[in-house]
């Protein structure tokens, strides 16, 4: 693909597929164009960069269509005061765009391969506000907690309580909860020390992250 190719590419993948999807924030589309999505994609599949798609990703993970990523960081409603807990960084790219949003962001990935992955595209992309760190991220980083904001990069079965209690009053939770075919992305406000308001925002589906808990499949 040539550059004119590219940003057309870039360009259509804004206009036809995040934008329809209620992505009307010009701080998230401008963030689409700048941030070059295609620096994020693994080698092999640089050519659908910009599909709607999934991707695959080494240790047999996948990075989200551009149409997700673009609504899960729009949705979260960062300030440029904010400091994000993210869970499963996979290449990079969400976490890019975190950080080019709020003040700082933790990125927790439980693959070693896939931190490095993510490590060295955020270097390219001289974003030095974000950090990846190689951990299981059902567990959170209750060191650094209060968060502003905590975003899954996957799906649960139920909104996690350990991360929740890590959020600061008025900070918010977004993840993917449920189980196929039917998950919705949820925004988990904790409005005081032992409240939280939850809001369904929109249905989708997408991978599980790692070690989270399922629920049993035993009916009795």
Known sequence: MNLQNVEQAR???????????NVDDSAVLNLLDSVKREDFVPLAHKALAFADLE???PAGQVML?????????????????DKVLEIGAGSGYTTALLASLA??????????????????????????NAEVRVADGANGA????PFDAILLGGSVTEAPQALLGQLKVGGRLI????????????RITRT?????????????????????????????
């Open 192 to 220: 005081s020390q032992t409240d939280f308001k939850s809001a369904e925002l929109w249905d989708s589906v997408a991978p599980r992250l790692q070690n989270f808990p399922e629920p049993s499949a035993f009916k009795f």
């Open 142 to 145: 209750a060191a650094e907690a």
């Open 11 to 21: 360009f259509n993948m804004i206009q036809q597929q995040v934008r329809p999807w």
């Open 65 to 81: 269509a551009p149409r997700l990523q673009a609504r899960l960081v729009q949705d979260l409603a960062l300030k440029p005061t």
């Open 55 to 57: 991707l695959s990703l």
């Open 103 to 128: 003040q700082r962001v933790i990125a927790l990935e439980i693959n070693p391969e896939l931190a490095a992955l993510a490590r060295a595209n955020l270097q390219k992309a001289n974003i030095s």
């Open 175 to 186: 993840a993917i909860v449920g189980s196929e075919p039917v998950m919705r992305a949820m």
